[in-house]
């Protein structure tokens, strides 16, 4: 397994402004994931976020409002631009693990982002 | 594009009975399956998974799921439940794509356990 840590846990924003979420795992991953999980809903894909190249968003998500970094094997940050109310939501990252013929993906504890 | 339908969308079961949450999934291809558990304020742990071979799967928790391809389905059982077991469910259903996954994620299954 992996173990992996959110910064901040959470955090209150006003509008307009942006927030900086970082995701730190603690073994070398080639693949990590950013998702959103929305108050009561479930988790969407935001990007895959491969080291050493450009981050590849799902549809809906743009990367100016989502900027993804990923400086090295083991660490990523995901941007929230320009809030509004309608980006509270629950961040999450995640990293996959190969298994032999199989795979895993792990989530950090989640990034809880109000914006007023 | 795949899917995955979780029907219950809350579940109240009794401390020490049976539990059984549903799982339907839309894919063309052979799926590869999941479920995770959320707990109030907290990330999601990994249960168990489906890639191939054997159809009924365990995983941590005591937990077992059920793949059936001609029911496109993937439940999740437990025989005895207990309190700390409360929290939501997800199911999900991967897809490999150009060298990455993608997870597609059920809307989850809130489980209340009573004493």
């Known amino acids: 397994s992996a173990v992996i840590s959110q910064k901040p846990s959470r955090d209150i924003c006003q509008r307009g402004t942006s927030l900086t979420i970082q995701c730190q795992v603690d073994s070398q991953v080639t693949m990590m994931f950013w998702y959103r999980q929305q108050p009561g809903q479930s988790l969407t894909l935001i990007a895959t976020a491969n080291q050493g190249s450009e981050a590849t968003y799902e549809s809906g998500f743009v990367i100016d409002k989502f900027p993804i970094s990923r400086p090295n094997l083991t660490f990523s940050t995901l941007t929230v631009s320009n809030m509004s109310p309608e980006d509270s939501s629950i961040y999450l990252c995640?990293?996959?693990?190969?298994?032999?013929?199989?795979?895993?993906?792990?989530f950090g504890p989640g990034t809880r982002l109000t914006v007023t | 594009a795949q899917s995955v339908t979780q029907p219950d969308i809350h579940i109240t079961v009794s401390e020490g009975a049976s539990l059984e949450l549903r799982c339907n999934y839309s894919?063309?291809?052979?799926?590869?399956l999941f479920w995770y558990v959320q707990s109030p304020g907290q990330g999601l742990q990994l249960l168990l998974k489906?890639?191939?071979?054997?159809?009924l799967v365990q995983g941590i928790k005591g937990f077992e799921a059920e793949f059936k391809r001609s029911q496109s389905s993937f439940n999740l059982r437990k025989p005895s439940v207990h309190w700390s077991d409360a929290a939501e469910y997800f199911c999900a259903v991967g897809e490999r794509m150009g060298g990455s996954e993608k997870l597609v994620f059920g809307k989850g299954t809130k489980l209340t356990v009573n004493p």
């Open positions: 489906y890639f191939s071979g054997d159809t």
């Open positions: 894919y063309g291809a052979t799926p590869y």
């Open positions: 995640s990293v996959e693990l190969l298994l032999g013929d199989s795979y895993e993906q792990y």
